[in-house]
């Protein structure tokens, strides 16, 4: 199962792309995942240019960038969403990123995993209510991360030994995420396969 984690942050010195590659490193350890990671820093979006809600447009054609980052989406079976919490709510980018999605995420698994000074939980209740929008499944048991990320994992996304191994820390919370990614992806994988002719969308 292949499985995407995005990570939600662009700005210098961000910690995002730290947690998403520990994570992508953590799932990559598990029989039956390819976990890679896609980079919003790596497809500077523009802010939706289109003229046309993308789900209602059967005729589209997005530009360069985006549409180099939706046939990322579309290989993917799975998601990893890293988003950190800004204000409230989820970062300006990731929310103009997941606007260019039309149907790449649909029927498709999405776990989600916040962090910032108060662990992220109004951030994942922001993407508890988009993520349906896009046709596509939130995964029940989110990751909430409050640590002092650039401290605890580093650049390659190990984490320290002494946090890794805490009964109740986010690594046993990511173990948690990682077995629903197996079950649900497999689930609706399997759902996918068998209506392919059903117009249900
Ligand atoms: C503009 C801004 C607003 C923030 N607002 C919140 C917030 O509302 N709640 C919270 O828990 N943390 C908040 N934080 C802390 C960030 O979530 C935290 O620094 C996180 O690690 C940022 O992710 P990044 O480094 O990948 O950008 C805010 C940070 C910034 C830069």
Excluded at 77 to 93: C, K, L
Excluded at 116 to 127: D, K, P, R, V
Excluded at 134 to 159: C, H, S, W
Aim: glycine fraction near 6%.
């Amino acid at each position: 199962m292949k499985v995407a984690v995005i990570v939600g942050s662009t700005r210098p010195g961000r910690v995002s792309d730290r947690l998403a590659r520990w994570v992508a490193n953590e799932s990559n350890k598990i029989d039956g995942i390819k976990a890679e990671v896609i980079d919003l820093a790596d497809f500077p979006l523009p802010f939706l240019d289109e003229s046309i809600s993308p789900q209602y447009n059967p005729s589209r054609k997005p530009n360069n960038i985006a549409t180099k980052f939706l046939n990322k989406l579309e290989n993917a079976d799975a998601f990893v969403i890293i988003t950190p919490e800004y204000n409230r709510s989820i970062s300006g980018v990731l929310k103009n990123a997941l606007d260019y999605v039309d149907f790449q995420l649909a029927k498709k698994p999405v776990a989600l995993f916040a962090h910032g000074s108060t662990g992220g939980a109004q951030a994942i209740g922001n993407l508890r209510s988009i993520i349906p929008a896009l046709q596509a499944v939130t995964l029940p048991n989110p990751v909430y991360f409050m640590g002092r990320a650039a401290e605890i994992i580093d650049e390659k996304g190990i984490m320290n030994k002494e946090v890794a191994s805490l009964p109740y820390g986010p690594a046993s919370s990511l173990d948690k995420v990682l077995q629903e990614i197996l079950w649900y992806g497999q689930a609706l994988a399997n759902a996918r396969s068998n209506d392919r002719n059903a117009d249900i969308l």
